[in-house]
């Protein structure tokens, strides 16, 4: 088990136990197995909290929450967590490099999202109800060419330029 600060985003930490899922947000740390931290890491959402650094030199302590007890001391018996909104609408952005969705950002969305999303990019219908499951679609939508320029309103952006010195 190692300790992972959370730099980027909102982890979802899962209880072995009771399969209730914490939000986790930046800056808060958590205690997860040695493989969920390495993939936590190599997706720059986490980094690796080193135990023998000396302390953060502010006066309050970090935030260190454990799975499955963020809520249990919250008043009137409910979990604190309900009802409070985490960072991700439904606006969030989809990553694009070298002109193609990447599979991870696109395996964030729900199933219904991605097929909308396909159909959106003219993918066949035929071809989105071949996919058995989220990845497939995912690697189907990372397939198409997206470009990145379009702004979607039909407008060219403003050609900005240097002016001379206000006077």
């Given at each position: 088990?190692k300790?992972?600060?959370?730099?980027?985003?909102?982890?979802?930490?899962?209880?072995?136990?009771?399969?209730?899922?914490t939000?986790?947000?930046?800056?808060?740390t958590?205690?997860?197995?040695?493989?969920?931290a390495?993939?936590?890491?190599?997706?720059k959402?986490?980094?690796?909290?080193?135990?023998?650094?000396p302390?953060n030199?502010?006066?309050t302590?970090?935030?260190?929450?454990?799975?499955?007890?963020?809520?249990?001391d919250?008043?009137?018996?409910?979990?604190?967590a309900?009802?409070?909104?985490?960072g991700?609408?439904d606006?969030?952005?989809?990553?694009?490099?070298?002109?193609?969705?990447?599979?991870?950002?696109?395996?964030?969305?729900?199933?219904?999202?991605?097929?909308?999303?396909?159909?959106?990019?003219?993918?066949?219908?035929?071809?989105?109800?071949?996919?058995?499951n989220?990845?497939?679609?995912?690697e189907?939508?990372?397939?198409?060419e997206?470009?990145?320029?379009?702004?979607?309103?039909?407008?060219?952006?403003?050609?900005?330029?240097?002016?001379?010195?206000?006077?």
């Amino acid at each position: 088990m190692k300790k992972v600060k959370i730099i980027n985003g909102v982890y979802g930490a899962r209880d072995n136990k009771t399969s209730r899922v914490t939000p986790v947000s930046i800056g808060g740390t958590v205690e997860v197995s040695d493989e969920e931290a390495a993939r936590l890491v190599g997706f720059k959402v986490a980094a690796y909290v080193d135990e023998a650094s000396p302390a953060n030199g502010v006066a309050t302590p970090p935030v260190t929450i454990p799975i499955g007890g963020a809520g249990k001391d919250a008043p009137d018996g409910e979990d604190s967590a309900e009802g409070q909104e985490n960072g991700c609408g439904d606006d969030e952005a989809l990553d694009i490099v070298d002109g193609h969705f990447t599979v991870e950002s696109l395996m964030a969305l729900e199933r219904k999202d991605m097929d909308t999303l396909a159909a959106d990019l003219s993918i066949e219908a035929a071809a989105i109800k071949k996919c058995k499951n989220k990845t497939e679609l995912a690697e189907l939508i990372a397939a198409v060419e997206i470009d990145e320029g379009n702004t979607g309103d039909g407008e060219q952006p403003p050609t900005l330029g240097t002016e001379g010195p206000v006077e």
